[in-house]
């Protein structure tokens, strides 16, 4: 039985239904498991910019295998819709690739970052009214990744952004929560990430709505 090479643990492995393939632009890397592929995404990201920069960089020759890569991916995401829908097509494995994010939006950063509550308080409450949820969606990894924090540091911002929707909303009608990642089963990884509670709804941050997530809320709470 041929082997291949985990690209983030170097352990050599015979691929499965829990290894996934992950092309990066020309080039394809293997994991032997969801939880290297995530260990890798974590510290491998690209934002906008630098994925236009890598990717103008590229010879034609390696344009024209990404773009076969990009195609093949997209060839198998069709299938997978076609055949299952809802959280089964979602969910349903098919290869990775590294596609163009989402141009910059008004993304907040964590609290500490900020000289002041409200400096940090301005900034979430432009992204509430300016960014989309489609654009959110759209971007999903990347943001996830983004509000992604260490334990301690979690709970700090998420008491800041509560304190926020609380002077914005009223108090306690509007929270923020933060689904982590659980590395020691990533099985049960189906939905991590941000996700808000209305009026004691949850809502997880996966809607492709052309509305701000502000609009949303307070559609929400009228009802």
């Not at 034609?60 to 097509?89: F, P, W």
């Not at 098919?94 to 301005?122: A, C, M, Q, W």
């Not at 943001?143 to 914005?168: G, M, T, W």
Request: with cysteine; hydrophobic share 30%.
């Amino acid at each position: 039985m041929n082997t291949i090479k985990c690209y983030q643990c170097s352990k050599s492995f015979s691929f499965n239904k829990k290894s996934i393939k992950f092309y990066y632009f020309d080039k394809t890397l293997n994991f032997c498991s969801n939880k290297c592929y995530y260990e890798y995404s974590k510290n491998n990201t690209l934002s906008y910019w630098k994925w236009i920069k890598e990717y103008r960089d590229l010879s034609k020759a390696q344009k024209v295998k990404y773009t076969q890569n990009l195609k093949r991916v997209e060839t198998q995401i069709s299938k997978i819709e076609s055949k299952y829908s809802g959280n089964d097509a979602l969910h349903a494995q098919h290869d990775l690739i590294l596609t163009k994010p989402v141009k910059p939006g008004n993304r907040f950063n964590h609290i500490s970052e900020y000289k002041s509550f409200n400096e940090f308080k301005k900034a979430v409450i432009k992204f509430l009214k300016k960014d989309t949820l489609k654009s959110i969606y759209d971007d999903s990894w990347n943001f996830f990744i983004h509000n992604s924090y260490e334990r301690s540091s979690q709970l700090k911002q998420i008491k800041a952004i509560n304190k926020v929707f609380d002077e914005v909303y009223g108090k306690g009608l509007v929270r923020w929560g933060f689904f982590e990642y659980d590395d020691q089963k990533p099985e049960n990884n189906k939905f991590w990430g941000p996700y808000i509670v209305v009026k004691e709804e949850s809502f997880f941050l996966d809607m492709p709505y052309r509305f701000s997530l502000n609009t949303f809320i307070k559609k929400r709470l009228k009802k």
